[in-house]
């Protein structure tokens, strides 16, 4: 079960979310439990699209990843990528009840985005 969060922390997850993601370029950032239900988030002025759906199907995709996981030998694999034409999908484990979704176009470099979104997770453990 996921655990309670105060107010105070939701508020710094969304302006690390906002400070370091969608102001480098990031379309959406989603914190979301594995249910796929949105603990926090930040969206730029380009995002067009529904994060609740967004939200609910990658949850239950990282959900069907880790059981092939399992199925391959591995514990887990701890993060996704999907490359599209003009908008890519990163998802990343926070920890074992939270996932970090971000969607972001094909102007910001993986590797770029895969170190922030490590600084990012970092400072969201910290803050609970």
Do not use: P
Not at 20 to 36: C, E, H, P, R
Not at 44 to 49: E, I, L, P, Q, V
Not at 92 to 120: C, P, Q, Y
């Amino acid at each position: 079960m996921i655990q309670a969060f105060d107010h105070e922390q939701l508020e710094k997850t969304e302006s690390v979310i906002e400070n370091d993601l969608i102001a480098n370029g990031v379309t959406i950032a989603l914190v979301v439990d594995l249910s796929g239900h949105i603990i926090a988030n930040g969206c730029s002025r380009d995002a067009h699209c529904d994060i609740y759906s967004l939200a609910a199907l990658a949850a239950g995709n990282f959900g069907a990843v880790d059981a092939m996981a399992k199925i391959v030998g591995e514990d887990e694999f701890s993060l996704l990528y999907h490359k599209g034409q003009d908008e890519n999908l990163h998802f990343s484990k926070i920890n074992d009840e939270m996932l970090l979704i971000t969607t972001f176009g094909n102007d910001i470099s993986l590797g770029f985005l895969r170190l922030k979104i490590a600084e990012v997770i970092e400072r969201i453990r910290k803050l609970w």
